[in-house]
């Protein structure tokens, strides 16, 4: 058995019940591996997963494709490198509560963005305010990440990044509802998130564990769709007992279930979404590294 640690993103959330399912119904064990699995919660986001595998405290991180950038641009760079995606399209949004005066992106302009200080986020709602003809003159602030949420359902903040299929799916929001802004409507060319993360170094001198790891997080993942009743009870013994409460899961899993992918291409990323990407963090100025396809995300273990 080769063991492995995984490191979350979030506390146990829809994104995450491939690697639950494939832990509780043996599909690792099936692949000879050993996964130990640890969340933000544990430490109140501390440390960031990406840190934690630089830090050697975990073999593998979820986390956005902008985090290899970061960590492969910084001024001591670490070699992070992409080798799957969870899900085949963007399923993330900025969004307000329908209540408000703010029913598109230019209408942002002086309100409060609540940002998980995460690398170009606050670039790309900018852009996207100015893509609708406004200004971008957003007020960003930095609450704890794992209550950003509810600064929006308590109306501190007017705006955040939420995954649609998650906090979309909440149902203290259901009557009221939200209004949501898509990278993709207003010219932004997001690409993945969350990724999964690990060293060049690993996946040099355990390509094999990692392609064993990736097959049996692929049937998690795929058992979700075909078993969604038994799916949603495996990730529900994992959930905080706020999620637990408030979170319609049989929504989440049906936003989720078609962008998991199939047999085929569960976890590819696309080329030229990538691409897409790197070129407009370019031209817009956000980023002055030189980065390749090759050196970021590889797709070769899936």
Known sequence: MRSLHLAL??????NHIGFFIAKRKGFYTNEDIDLTISTPGQDNYQVTPAKKVELGEADLALCP???ILSYQSKKAPFDLKAIATIFKEDLSAITVKKETVIKRPRHLDGATYASYKARYEDHIVQEMIKNDGGEGTIKVVYPEKLGIWNTLLTNTYDATWIFLN????????????LTYFKMKDYQIP??????IATSAELIHT?????????????QGYLYAVTHPKEAIEILREQLTEEDHTYIDLDNSLS?????FGNEDNWGVMELENVQKFLDWIKEKGLENHHFTIETIMTNALL
Do not use: C
């Open 9 to 14: 993103d979030w506390t146990p959330n829809i």
């Open 65 to 67: 494709l902008e985090s």
């Open 166 to 177: 998650w906090e979309g799916a909440d149902t203290r929001v259901k009557e009221a509802g």
């Open 190 to 195: 997001y690409s993945y998130s969350p990724v």
């Open 206 to 218: 355990q390509s094999g564990a990692l392609t064993s790891f990736l097959e049996a997080t692929k």
């Open 255 to 259: 936003l989720s279930k078609d962008s």
